[in-house]
C-alpha cells in the first residue's frame, strides 16, 4: 500500500499561533518524505525532504520546521505563523526501484488570518 | 540544481482533440526521471505518465504520450482525444535515481471545452 494520511484537510489558525501538521505513510520502511506548499493557482514549492529518521533537509528558509520522529511520520511544524503561511500543504512520499513515483496524501488546505 | 519549466501558464482545447504541453528542464546529469503530474480541482496528485532518461522510447500510457528530447532538455506532453475529465493543472517534475530533491514545474492549466 501506498497509502499517505494527512491531516487536519482544513485549518484556520491566527497569526501567530504554532502549527503542527502530521503525515503517516504506509508501505515500504524507510521512504523519502517530502512536505510542499502550494499557494493558489501556483506550483509546488519543496519546503523539506527526509530520507530517513531525524535526517531533515531544508529548502526554504523560513519560519517553518520539520521533524522525523519514526521513519513512516513526518512532521510539519511552526511556533509563530505568519499571514504568507497559508497554502496548499502537501506531503509526499517517493518509492524505489525502476516504478519510481511520488505518491501525495491528500493536503492540507491552511488559512492564517 | 536541477530546475523545470513549464512556459504555458493556461492552455485549452476543444473536446475530442489534441493538445501538448511543454517543458523544458535543466540539469548535468545523464540518467534521471521525468513525470507528468495531473492535479484536478479536487487537488490530489496524480501520476500521469513516467520516463526514464535512458530510455530513448517514448512513453505512452493510453491517450497520453510524451516526446522526449534529451540533448534539447525538453519533456511535452500529448494528450489525444480530450475529454473533460482531462481538465486539471498539470506538472512536470524531475528525479534524480539516486538524489532525494523531487522538483516540479509551475504548472499547466488545461481547460478542456465542451
Known amino acids: 500500500s501506498q497509502t499517505i494520511h494527512q491531516w487536519p484537510a482544513t485549518l484556520v489558525q491566527p497569526v501567530g499561533s504554532p502549527l503542527s501538521l502530521e503525515c503517516t505513510v504506509e508501505?515500504?520502511?524507510?521512504?523519502?518524505l517530502y512536505w510542499y506548499r502550494q499557494a493558489a493557482g501556483r506550483g509546488l514549492q519543496l519546503l523539506f525532504y527526509?530520507?530517513?529518521?531525524?535526517?531533515i533537509s531544508s529548502e526554504v528558509p523560513q519560519n517553518l520546521s520539520a521533524s522525523r520522529p519514526q521513519d513512516r511520520q513526518f512532521i510539519l511544524s511552526s511556533k509563530k505563523l505568519l499571514l504568507s503561511d497559508s497554502g496548499f500543504y502537501l506531503c509526499?512520499?517517493?518509492?524505489?526501484?525502476?516504478?519510481?513515483?511520488?505518491?501525495f496524501g491528500q493536503g492540507t488546505r491552511l488559512t492564517v488570518v | 540544481a536541477q530546475t523545470v519549466t513549464q512556459s504555458q501558464p493556461e492552455m485549452s482545447v476543444q473536446e475530442a482533440e489534441t493538445v501538448t504541453l511543454s517543458c523544458t528542464y535543466d540539469?548535468?546529469?545523464?540518467?534521471?526521471?521525468l513525470f507528468w503530474y495531473k492535479q484536478p480541482p479536487s487537488r490530489q496528485m496524480i501520476l500521469v505518465i513516467r520516463?526514464?532518461?535512458?530510455?530513448?522510447q517514448n512513453a505512452t500510457e493510453n491517450r497520453f504520450s510524451v516526446n522526449f528530447q534529451k540533448a534539447a532538455k525538453s519533456f511535452s506532453l500529448k494528450i489525444s482525444d480530450s475529454q473533460l475529465g482531462d481538465t486539471a493543472m498539470y506538472f512536470c517534475a524531475f528525479l534524480m535515481p539516486s538524489g532525494s530533491r523531487l522538483t516540479f514545474g509551475e504548472g499547466t492549466q488545461l481547460t478542456v471545452n465542451p
Open positions: 508501505g515500504t520502511s524507510n521512504p523519502n
Open positions: 540539469t548535468s546529469e545523464n540518467n534521471y526521471y
Open positions: 509526499a512520499k517517493r518509492t524505489t526501484g525502476m516504478n519510481t513515483e511520488a505518491f
Open positions: 520516463q526514464e532518461a535512458y530510455k530513448q
Open positions: 527526509s530520507v530517513g529518521i531525524g535526517q
